[in-house]
């Protein structure tokens, strides 16, 4: 069955992140790799894979922009999932488990900003299962960066079309914004469920 595009859980009026930003985010470029993966998929069963080859193959560029496409509708989902909240975590497990990481809440916010500074596609809080711990992984495009077996709870998107509309180049404004609105419901909810299941 081909991947279909996942309604926004918000409306598309948030704090800081404009209607127009969040129509063509999700709308068009989410839904963008949604198609992509789906046209991906289709076109490997009919690929030649006896022509494989790791310098240059039709069947290698197929495969290598499958992760891309893949890891960009997984990722967007879960960014999308992350909002429409108030971006309070009081009374979260997550929260007892991210001070209890980084220190503080504050140490974390601090964390969570540099690391979507650094990166240039997106900055992931991620479930560990192989040490079971939360950690705060960059990465420069959807299917680099990523680590085998960790399962993504808070995805920023940190590439420009997430926020040059309303903030032109700013990308600390944007980070703040994104903070103001992260529903700390959902991403406990998938903490609880991986970290059960560890």
């Known amino acids: 069955m081909a991947h279909q595009v996942q309604p926004l859980p918000f409306s598309k009026d948030l704090d800081g992140i404009s209607k127009k930003t969040v129509e063509i985010h999700h709308d068009k470029l989410y839904a963008g790799y949604v198609a992509k993966r789906n ?3 289709a076109a490997i069963v009919q690929a030649d894979a006896s022509k494989a080859n790791q ?39 997550i929260l007892d488990t991210i001070t209890t990481t980084w220190g503080s809440w504050d140490a974390f916010v601090v964390a969570l ?7 240039r596609g997106w900055a992931i809080l991620a479930y560990d299962p192989s040490d079971a711990k939360l ?5 420069d495009s959807q299917n680099q960066g990523g680590v085998w077996g960790c ?34 419901q959902a991403v406990d909810k998938r903490y609880q469920a991986v970290a059960a299941s560890s």
Request: hydrophobic residues 40%; charged residues 20%.
């Open 135 to 139: 950690h705060l992984y960059a990465a």
């Open 151 to 184: 399962t993504p709870l808070l995805a920023l998107d940190v590439y420009e079309h997430a926020y040059f509309i309303d903030v032109g180049s700013d990308r600390p404004t944007y980070i703040k914004n994104f903070l103001k609105n992260i529903d700390w």
């Open 55 to 93: 310098i240059y193959s039709a069947y290698r560029g197929l495969k290598e922009g499958e992760t891309f496409a893949a890891n960009g509708m997984i990722l967007h989902e879960v960014h999308f999932s992350n909002l429409g909240g108030n971006g309070d975590p009081a009374g979260t497990k």
């Open 39 to 41: 046209e991906v998929e």
């Open 113 to 119: 900003t540099a690391t979507g500074m650094a990166a």
